[in-house]
Nanobody, 121 residues
Framework: VQLQASGGGLVQAGGSLRLSCSVPEPTFNKYAVGWFRQAPGKERDFIAGGNWKSTRYADSVKGRFTVSRDNAKNTMYLQMNNLKPEDTAVYYC?????????????????WGQGTLVTVSS
């Protein structure tokens, strides 16, 4: 399963963006979906994720980013507020083992192209 994140762009520090991830069935109702990001020269890291009953956030985004889902559209969202220059990265979504430490993509998933978020200072 390859999911595509969308909605990235250029925003000033302190601004907001909402990323979207369309998730086909049965993945949407069977698995959690996680958001990951990869900054230039760095590893791709889990930042947030959720399913129908729980959510989980990395400390770096807790209180600023919120995961939500639209069941009618089979879409996961990542609302990003109070963006900082260090949030600049390519963002990805993927089915995730949410309870793992750290949460990791499920074995049947592959990475999409991601969406670039650039936060200017």
């Amino acid at each position: 399963v390859q999911l595509q994140a969308s909605g990235g762009g250029l925003v000033q520090a302190g601004g907001s963006l909402r990323l979207s991830c369309s998730v086909p069935e049965p993945t949407f109702n069977k698995y959690a979906v996680g958001w990951f990001r990869q900054a230039p020269g760095k590893e791709r890291d889990f930042i947030a994720g959720g399913n129908w009953k729980s959510t989980r956030y990395a400390d770096s985004v807790k209180g600023r980013f919120t995961v939500s889902r639209d069941n009618a559209k089979n879409t996961m969202y990542l609302q990003m507020n109070n963006l900082k220059p260090e949030d600049t990265a390519v963002y990805y979504c993927a089915p995730v083992a949410l309870t793992a430490t750290p949460p990791r993509p499920l074995p049947f998933s592959s990475w999409g192209q991601g969406t670039l978020v650039t936060v200017s200072s």
